[in-house]
Nanobody, 123 residues
């Protein structure tokens, strides 16, 4: 079992930055693919970023590429999402996820999910 706890969300003005963290329990964190998703009110979960176990491979959708950066510190069992140049459309609840399969952009293909942290971008 892996438990994930997100932090770092909050209210920020458009153009600002936030860094989200996701702390994982367990001793096998380094073997998991990690991902970030977001969900705006009334919408499905949207893929935001993913990273493989070593951090060498990272994927982003066009909507955040160049503005968001995913990283991980396996020694600290933590994955991060640095979000710059935030826009009002980035407002959502952000979730981290852990998976034991190949790196993926699909919510359902992860095995564990956190409870989420709210990010609100004011225009």
């Amino acid at each position: 079992q892996v438990q994930l706890v997100e932090s770092g969300g909050g209210l920020v003005q458009a153009g600002g930055s936030l860094r989200l963290s996701c702390a994982a329990s367990g001793r096998t964190f380094s073997s998991y693919v990690m991902g970030w998703f977001r969900q705006a009110p009334g919408k499905d979960h949207e893929f935001v970023a993913s990273i493989n176990w070593s951090g060498e491979n990272r994927y982003y959708p066009d909507s955040v590429r160049g503005r968001f950066t995913i990283s991980r510190d396996n020694a600290k069992n933590t994955v991060y999402l640095q979000m710059n140049s935030l826009k009002s459309e980035d407002t959502a609840v952000y979730f981290c996820a852990a998976g034991r399969r190949a790196i993926t952009t699909y919510w359902d293909e992860y095995d564990y999910w956190g409870q989420g942290t709210q990010v609100t971008v004011s225009s």
